[in-house]
């Protein structure tokens, strides 16, 4: 039985423990190829990162790295595989399994072999493969890979399939397996959308499985923009249902018992713009609590890419997103695309969210992983602008339960942020963006001669300045908190 215990040459390291057992610190792997953060697992002290990696933009990352990371984020072991032109590895889901082992599950492409392959492999925490096993899909490419635990402790494995030429056509396979890694059923869906059919999670509730995915919208009113598939436990399609509040990929599902569970991921709003969003629903899909960040008609904010929601305990879950998100992981926008990342409480109240970034570069959350101390732990890409080569660096950040660097100086390489102000520059309205846990705030702005122009009290997380009235200029704004000057930052108007 399976108990699963559920950027190149930006060079700095830095971490702190601050005493009481909450250790931050931020970490560029500098790597001299592209890399992605595909997953991310704490096990005991150290953390477990696969990272898929490439040789240049675009490039179709075909080399694997797993990655041991301390506790202050330094590499203590590798394990890395080439791919090669023609073939691909990759791990979607780290599962510790004992003190001493891992489970790791993702998919395969060799470049003597026709067709792409679900993978399976048992390491040890130094990283040795005591075994690995390979299952044939009916298409080149493996896509999207979730995975969940069965009633009996085996492993459901739910993945997109593709392939490319040609014109992508996508369906879906799932896979259960036991703890050996033996194959004991599958199926294979074909009746989906073949251009966008994608699986994103998956979840056990009394025995069933939802699937949440793209691609069945024939099966539904139109005006549903993402479907769960209802599978039974022989893996039959029972029913296809609509994912409420229109939140739609990238999501995540995580059980909270056999009738509810929590749902992330970024939210369609009335003005086509999207908000990180959070539903408690019941078994049925009906929705007990609904929260999300930001507010509706606003900048864009997407949930994390691979990963956007982890449970540190049943009344602390984080969800995570990329801030201002412009969709792609290469360019820069005004403002830059920032981190953002939120912590509710069992009923979905937020009890504060915080933004991570600088203006000099743009962040793109992949993953995160809630950690023993009752922090979070997020794998991000960065890219700059200046940068020679404009490839992507993965940077590895590590904040304690209040979402800060515990101990570190204000003026960290990756800064926390408890509010954005944009658009800068901007014209007759600025927006400041900022989390619940500085509601009340005021927000101050003084011309060049020191003479305050702007005084208002910060009263929604998304509050509207109007700047009509003040001429052309630059402004120095700042925020203040119970007495303390929390945020502070230059303006300019056009």
Known sequence: MIRVLIVTFLCFSFSINDGLGQISFVKSLNSAKE????????????????????????DFWNDLRLLKINDTGEIAKELFIHGGDSS????????PINNSELLVVGGCKQTDIPCAQLWIMRIDTSLNIIWDKKYFTNKICTSNIAVTEGPTGNLIIAASITN???????????LEINSNGDSLQSKCYSDGNPLNTDVQSIICLNGQYKAFVFGYQSYLPPNSSSQILQLDSDLNLVEVRAVPNQIEGYRRAEKINENMYYLT????????????AIAKLNDSEGVIHYNHTGKSGYTPDYSAWMKCMSLANSNSIYSGGTGNYNGSFYSCNTPNKVLILSNYDSLLNCRWTRFYGNDTACYTLSTMDATSDG???????????????NLLDAVIIKVDSLGLFTGMPENAVVPVHEALVFPNPGQDFLTVQSGPQINGACFKMFDASGILVKDIIISSTLEKVNASKIPSGTYLWQIVYKGKIVEKGKWLKQ
Not at 88 to 95: A, G, K, Q, T
Request: charged letters at 10%; hydrophobic letters at 35%; a negative charge.
């Open 35 to 58: 890399e992605i953060p595909f997953c991310i697992k704490q096990m005991g002290l150290s953390y477990f990162l696969s990272l898929r990696s490439g040789e240049a933009q675009w």
């Open 88 to 95: 691909y590895f990759n791990i979607h889901h780290i599962l």
């Open 375 to 389: 922090g979070c732990i997020m794998g991000s890409m960065y890219y700059s602008p200046s940068h020679p080569e």
């Open 265 to 276: 991921g970024k939210a369609f709003t009335p003005t086509t713009h999207y908000d990180v």
């Open 164 to 174: 490319l030429d040609p014109m992508p056509t996508l369906s879906l396979i799932f």
